[in-house]
């Protein structure tokens, strides 16, 4: 499939990928459905988008939150490292998602009957390049010290979705937009770089084709943007590391000259003591001889 066949209609994708994927185009409910399946094992029937299009994680839109059924559900993507802060964050940014969802407000939480409100579930997909293991992150590890019964929580499922991630992960694996989406990164990764190469051979093998050929060169342009700002990262987190152990080492050495002065007056002191000392003993054996005669 050539280049040209790729490119179609010309929609503007503010989103990551991930978002337009999940949340923005017109399959978008559906694979969110897909996804939250995979992930918990439970169907949803009623979905409703609620996400905060005013708040967002980065400069662009990386995360999303749907009511589902009776839950609300936020999901966000990171490709750098997991930030340990993440509970705090979702839990600001939820309370927004209530209060403007109209899920809360004065009329409701100021009534005498007691509020019922969707049960909130929180999930950062990690497809950063560095190692990363499921975890759990929560809020309470985040409290200046422990107490029990911990008077809040909120907790934060940390699901690694790189390709050689999922492939251990049968029921995620099944989910084929997550699998289409991992994939395709991975073949840009692969390719060093070359998001048109990744891009037709992901189309040419009928993985996330609808959703390619639907997007065309938009897809290319904001996985462009996306790649880059990911190298761009990995380059300032290598320069940043090579300009601390640089001033390290110089300070080092700076440290060490010092210390190795400071040594020196102090040998230099006590040689000093040393010949006083004797040259005194001398000098007072002289004396002594001297009043003996």
């Known amino acids: ?172 694996l099944s989910c084929e937009p997550l699998y289409g989406y991992s994939y395709l990164i991975a073949k840009v990764r692969e390719y060093d770089g070359d998001i048109k190469r990744a891009v037709t051979e992901c189309v040419n093998e009928n993985v996330l084709k609808e959703y390619l050929e639907y997007y065309g060169s938009e897809v290319i342009n904001m996985m462009t943007i996306e790649y880059n700002e990911e190298k761009a990262k990995e380059y300032l987190v290598r320069e940043t590391s090579e300009e601390n152990y640089s001033k390290g080492l110089l300070r080092g050495k700076a440290e060490g000259r010092a210390e190795g002065r400071a040594e020196g007056q102090k040998a230099e002191q006590k040689a000093g003591q040393k010949a006083g000392q004797k040259a005194g003993q001398k000098a007072k054996q002289k004396a002594k001889q001297k009043a003996y005669f």
């Open 1 to 172: 499939m050539d280049e040209e066949s790729i490119v179609s209609k010309n929609k503007k994708i503010k989103d990551t990928l991930f978002s337009s994927l999940f949340y923005e185009w017109e399959g978008a409910e559906e694979n969110a459905k897909k996804l939250y399946k995979a992930i918990c094992g439970a169907s949803v029937s009623r979905i409703e988008k609620c996400r905060l299009e005013d708040a967002v994680f980065r400069e662009r839109k990386n995360d999303f939150s749907y009511i589902m059924d009776d839950k609300i559900v936020f999901f966000v993507e990171h490709q750098s490292t997991v930030n340990p802060n993440m509970p705090l964050r979702y839990l600001i940014y939820a309370a927004r998602t209530y209060e403007r969802n109209r899920l809360t407000g004065d009329k409701i939480v100021y009534s005498t009957r007691q509020v019922k409100i969707p049960v909130p579930e929180f999930y950062v997909l990690y497809n950063g390049t560095a190692e990363q293991e499921d975890t759990v992150l929560k809020l309470s590890d985040s409290f200046m010290f422990e107490t029990e019964p911990v008077p809040m929580e909120l907790i934060v499922n940390v699901i690694n979705i790189n390709l050689d991630s999922l492939q251990k992960k049968p029921e995620l």
